[in-house]
């Protein structure tokens, strides 16, 4: 019998793509993608989080956010926060019946919904086994 071989997925690289901000004072700001870790949303503004440790409240909600990130290396863990799956150090799943957490390289811990556990437990392994 021959054995079944399963297709290697395509190396992924860090997105290349800027997003294009906004900001009063220094005026029309373009932030590369592969520097954010990741984005909270508070009310109708988003903390977004940068691997140097900066973090910026912008006037946007995550709805406008989404679009611009590349789906291979971001997912939603819960409904208030996206994070870059490149960041990701592990995941802990907390109980059967919740959600879980994600450390990630920074040292910041975050909170996955129930309902999103499993979608981002998927993605997060897809890219450790990819690089």
């Not at 909270?40 to 679009?67: C, D, F, V």
């Not at 291979?72 to 802990?92: G, K, T």
Request: charged share 20%.
């Amino acid at each position: 019998m021959r054995p079944i071989l399963h297709p290697i997925p395509p190396r992924l690289s860090l997105p290349t793509d800027s997003i294009n901000m906004y900001i009063r004072h220094s005026g029309q700001l373009a932030i590369p993608i592969a520097d954010l870790m990741f984005l909270q949303a508070t009310g109708n503004y988003s903390w977004l989080h940068w691997k140097e440790g900066q973090r910026m409240l912008m006037p946007r909600t995550l709805k406008y956010y989404i679009p611009q990130l590349p789906k291979e290396w971001f997912v939603q863990l819960h409904r208030n926060c996206i994070v870059n799956l490149h960041y990701i150090e592990r995941m802990e799943r907390i109980n059967p019946d919740k959600g879980g957490l994600v450390y990630l390289q920074s040292g910041a811990i975050l909170l996955v919904s129930r309902r999103r556990w499993f979608a981002a437990k998927q993605l997060f392994s897809q890219r450790i086994f990819s690089s």
